[in-house]
């Protein structure tokens, strides 16, 4: 029998790669999607009839358990979340319904139902929020900035508490920055490699952003779903920070980005208070020691091709749809 994963959150940027990979390993892939009139299905077209797409919920831990009984996945990777910092100080409440009681749900589902089931979690660099150490590593404490980081923490360790207390196969993956050309564009990377895209197509002038000195580790969505997998396969369940090990400010992004297109960022970028955050991240870099010597992983893809890639695909959209 072919091993079945269950993805939360497949029509994000994270189960779209990650959908890809198990497919191409040979998985059967059932998605999890909520029952709602704004569901885009954009990121899994080229696979859609490849994959079971069935009804569930986080808010809701009957409709979970009605998929694991249904489905009986073997693994069960749960990225779904309201997942953008930015809106978490507009919807705190649901973010932590989400973001954190919903891993508490799904957690309690997979108890219930079968605890064979392996689980992984998508934890956050934003965690680490102010930082008490650089780089941040698995030992590292955390000081979330936002209440997106806090919802991470609880669900980071409602999954330890599981595996602890239930003997579960939980696993978090404390996943630093990770992009490409499918992240949404309310994200800075994705809105500025979209921006570069209009205005050397001339349906812009300028690109307004926030803080332009916030430091990130930037890596590759593509690479870090491979992580997550990798994590699934280990003999004990383990959390691992997956990054690069590198760090780049907001403004050599933009330095990279507006050059791909031959620009000059500083004609177009204009500051916004409206972008900055209530409390801000400066610096997050990751130590990927443990994922390289006990998963044998290592990104493929560096910064500049990652930033390149990005703005390459924007450029052919916009000249395609003037979006």
Same mark, same amino acid.
């Given at each position: ?8 959150? !497949? ?16 998985? &059967?892939? @059932?998605?999890?999607?909520?029952? %709602?009139? *704004? @569901? *885009? ?32 996945? *073997?693994? #069960? ?5 309201? %997942?953008? @910092? ?23 589902? !997979?108890?219930? @139902? ?17 930082? #008490? ?12 900035? /936002? ?24 696993? %978090? ?18 809105? !500025?490699?979209?921006?570069? $895209? ?38 004990? $369940?383990? &959390? ?6 590198? *760090?780049? /400010? ?31 991240? &400066? ?18 893809? &560096? ?9 390459? $695909? ?10």
């Amino acid at each position: 029998m072919s091993p079945r994963a269950l993805i939360t959150g !497949i029509t994000g940027q994270d189960g779209s790669y990650l959908a890809e990979l198990l497919l191409d390993k040979g998985y &059967d892939v @059932v998605g999890m999607v909520r029952r %709602s009139s *704004t @569901v *885009t299905f954009e990121r899994i077209a080229h696979i859609q009839d490849k994959v079971d797409l069935v009804a569930g919920d986080l808010l809701d831990e009957v409709s979970m358990l009605n998929v694991l009984r249904e489905h009986r996945p *073997t693994e #069960v990777y749960n990225l779904a979340a309201q %997942s953008f @910092v930015q809106t978490s100080w507009g919807q705190p409440v649901l973010t932590g319904e989400t973001t954190a009681l919903g891993v508490t749900r799904l957690l309690d589902a !997979i108890r219930i @139902v079968d605890p064979e089931i392996r689980f992984y979690q998508a934890s956050s660099s934003e965690m680490f929020g102010k930082v #008490v150490e650089v780089p941040q590593r698995e030992t590292t404490p955390f000081y979330p900035r /936002s209440p997106y980081g806090v919802a991470k923490v609880y669900g980071h360790w409602i999954t330890v508490n599981y595996r602890e207390s239930y003997g579960l196969h939980a696993t %978090s993956g404390m996943l630093f920055n990770h992009e490409s050309p499918r992240r949404g564009l309310e994200f800075v990377t994705r809105k !500025i490699t979209h921006g570069v $895209a209009r205005i050397k197509q001339g349906l812009d002038t300028e690109l307004r952003l926030g803080n332009l000195d916030a430091k990130r580790d930037w890596g590759f969505a593509g690479d870090y779903v491979r992580a997550m997998w990798l994590m699934m396969q280990q003999e004990t $369940a383990e &959390d691992f920070v997956i990054s690069t090990g590198e *760090t780049h /400010s907001v403004r050599e992004f933009c330095e990279v980005a507006f050059a791909r297109a031959g620009l000059d960022y500083e004609k177009y970028v204009v500051l916004d208070e409206r972008y900055m955050r209530p409390a801000e991240v &400066d610096l997050l870099v990751g130590d990927p020691a443990k994922a390289r010597d006990q998963l044998g992983w290592k990104p493929d893809v &560096d910064f500049q091709r990652l930033v390149e890639m990005m703005v390459d $695909a924007d450029l052919k959209l916009v000249e395609n749809f003037r979006v």
